[in-house]
């Protein structure tokens, strides 16, 4: 039961997502369609760039991303799947067993330590202990419940835990990838889907430059926090790790 690492996999895309998204926007304002998918890629560039400020966002759902997430636990795929416009398909806790299963550690718990009968043990230790002693149990219990494979894993996996590690595919369009990064990139979001989010990124940025170059946390794409109290106050930080023109001109 080893601890699971994320990986994150661009599978396939639109092919030539930016020039899709161009040529659809240019359709909306061209009298003549002649030449619709030629231009340069400065033009497309532009354009797309164009149509995030104008909030003319539409064209972006031509262009679509299909991802393979693996070494991800099931706390972070019950915060993708609230994404609706979205594709999902999830290996499955019923037909597949989960006798020694991966799980994912907060990074958080390392160099601390849990009190158990007046002795400190370290959060690590602990937390993977736990992960062993529910492996045994769910093992147990879908013994117990005859070990039929769909009927008996489906109710053994109730003991599973939130680090469960999953796998997952994943089809977002530009659109609400763009959103999805807006919030899960934010620093009020969960370091996990942060991470995975950002791994995300690194994979549609090089295939789709225009259209993700403004791409980043909330407060990146409006240009001010809009979390109030809540803010991390990490602005000008933000914008200087995401955006690409920003990080070009900076030293
Ligand atoms: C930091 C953070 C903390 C969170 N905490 C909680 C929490 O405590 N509890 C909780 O339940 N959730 C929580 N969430 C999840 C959050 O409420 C959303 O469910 C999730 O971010 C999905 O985003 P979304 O609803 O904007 O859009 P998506 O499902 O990604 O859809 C994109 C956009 O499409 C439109 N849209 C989609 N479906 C509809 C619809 N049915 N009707 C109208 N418009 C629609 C909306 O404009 C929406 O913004 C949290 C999210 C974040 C980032």
Known sequence: MPAAEPQVTLVQHTER????????ARLCYAADTEGLFEGAAQDAHDLVARLARMGHHSPLEHASFTFYLEGVSRALTHQLVRHRIASYSQRSQRYVAHDSFDYVVPPELAGRTVQVNGRAVDAVEYFEETMALI??????????LGRTGESSNQDARYVLPNACETKIFVTMNARELLHFFAER???????????????????????????????GPKCVRLGHCPEGK??????????RIYRVADRETSP
């Not at 997502?17 to 659809?24: C, G, K, Q, S, T």
């Not at 809540?230 to 914008?239: A, Q």
């Open 17 to 24: 997502p930016d020039e899709v998204i161009a040529a659809a």
């Open 135 to 144: 492996a045994e149990r769910y093992a147990a219990l879908n013994d117990a």
């Open 185 to 215: 990139l934010c620093r009020r979001a969960q370091w996990e889907i942060r991470r995975v989010a950002d791994m995300m990124l690194a994979r549609v940025r090089p295939v789709a430059p225009a259209t993700f170059q403004d791409a």
């Open 230 to 239: 809540l803010t991390c106050g990490r602005y000008v930080e933000m914008i």
